[in-house]
């Protein structure tokens, strides 16, 4: 019997490699992107499966939530797995930035943190999570190490780590298990502007030399998925190549 997956952040990055797995190994698939519809239609002609199911939602903001909450009530009973994975970036220093310009402060807190903590409450609120569902975070290692530069973004996913390890306490009794994967630097679109020679010098400090893909960090989402783990709750699994060891 396949279960049915919630994947936010589903058109680009380790979403979208999470929506690619999990389609392939049986899984029904809801998908939720926030504005890329290209990489959405893109997903769809390369998954090609009808199990898979894009919405566009912007998370960030709390009708959005409420919207896509209704739409997946009409067509799921209930949801076996949750993976919160749509996120922003931002580098530069705190206090940097034009007046005019959009507060990374504010929006790296919001759509990084506030956001899947919103959708999740709902969820919970209205009895869309299974009982033994799996909840997977998708955080960063940057959690706990420091880079300059990368201080919201960091304030912004260690929130996220803290958040997993309250709610492994609430939501354990219901059955339902939280986990998060702290990925280290990936080779997306995320973070393309550092280019090849940054990559380079990433991946000279990772113990098994090299960047990381997403697809390095999908099966290690499906597993927390999975009942393999189902002793497993509260935890942030680092996937980074050995580079916060």
């Not at 999470?18 to 998954?47: H, K, N």
């Amino acid at each position: 019997m396949s279960r049915t997956v919630l994947v936010t952040g589903a058109s680009r990055g380790v979403g979208r490699a999470v929506c690619q797995l999990l389609v392939r190994l049986g899984d029904d698939v809801v998908g939720v992107y926030r504005a890329r519809e290209d990489a959405a239609r893109s997903l769809e002609a390369t998954v090609a499966s009808e199990r898979l199911r894009l919405l566009r939602a912007d998370l960030a903001e709390p009708q959005h939530v409420t919207g896509l909450v209704s739409d997946l009530q009409i067509g799921v009973e209930a949801l076996a797995g949750l993976v919160l994975c749509a996120g922003v970036s931002h580098h530069g220093s705190l206090d940097g930035g034009a007046a005019d310009e959009r507060d990374p402060l504010v929006e790296l807190l919001r759509v990084n943190l506030e956001a899947p903590l919103r959708l999740l409450r709902q969820l919970l609120r209205e009895g869309m999570l299974a009982e033994q569902a799996s909840v997977v975070v998708v955080g960063s290692n940057l959690a706990r190490r420091g880079v300059a530069g990368r201080a919201v973004y960091a304030a912004s996913k260690a929130g996220l780590e803290g958040a997993v390890r309250s709610l492994a306490h609430e939501l354990g009794p219901r059955g339902i298990r939280i986990n998060a994967v702290a990925p280290g630097l990936l080779r997306t679109d995320m973070t393309a502007d550092i280019g090849p020679q940054g990559y380079a010098a990433y991946a000279r400090e990772v113990p098994l030399g090299r960047v990381g893909e997403a697809m390095d960090v999908a099966p290690v989402v499906a597993f927390l998925l999975d009942q393999a783990s189902a002793y497993v709750t509260g935890q942030v699994l680092d996937v980074d190549g050995g580079w916060g060891a």
